[in-house]
């Protein structure tokens, strides 16, 4: 059975740290894990190291840190999901499964279309539940380095942020090319639309801006089935998934 990963910021050689509330809660609840458990902790910009439980309380559960230890490789496809809002456990779905399939950030955006269960996340109503989600993909996956998970932004202001790669966008209606015929990109930054796809407005703003069209075949996908397959497929193509990965 592999060690249990927990993720804790600033994490050094040497230190003694103290897990998170809800990562505590795992440990001492769920694992069931008591003082001299051997643990990895990664401080999430790629450093893991070999700890040991040295307190496991009901208020505190802290570790002793050791040398670090080998990490799994990232990606060498910077991949950047963008995505209309989705209510509830959707959204959350997407964040973990995208996690788990190696991308690099996460951009929630509400659309004209987005629904309206989903738009107080502009105010930050869900930061910390997707936070905890981002966490707990990156440490049951085995990655060392959590993807950038931004504030949930409206599609013009998102539209403002620079890239430098190529920008794709799924669209549902229309003949348009698959990724693969995407020439091949080191930074890709892939976007979702809402139930309904995007208004004509949209649509316009998006090509003005550089956005690319393709399809993912014949059938009209969820959302969130849709983002899941893009990534997947864009780390099959470029990235590390599959039995052709560097």
Known sequence: MSRPRFHVPGAAPGARVV????????AREVLRLRPGASVLVFDGRGTEFTATLDKVTRRTVSARLGPPAATRPESPLRLVLALSALRGDRMELV????TELGVTEIWPVVTARTDAAARPALKGSRDKRWDRVVTGAAEQCGRATIPHLEHTTTLDRFLEHPFDGTRAVLREVGDHPPLAAVEPPSSLLLLVGPPGGFETGEAE???GAGFLPISLGPRILRSETAAIAVVALAQALWGDLGPSAP
């Open 19 to 26: 897990l998170p509330e809800h990562t505590a809660h795992h």
């Open 95 to 98: 964040i973990q499964k995208a």
């Open 205 to 207: 703003q998006l090509q």
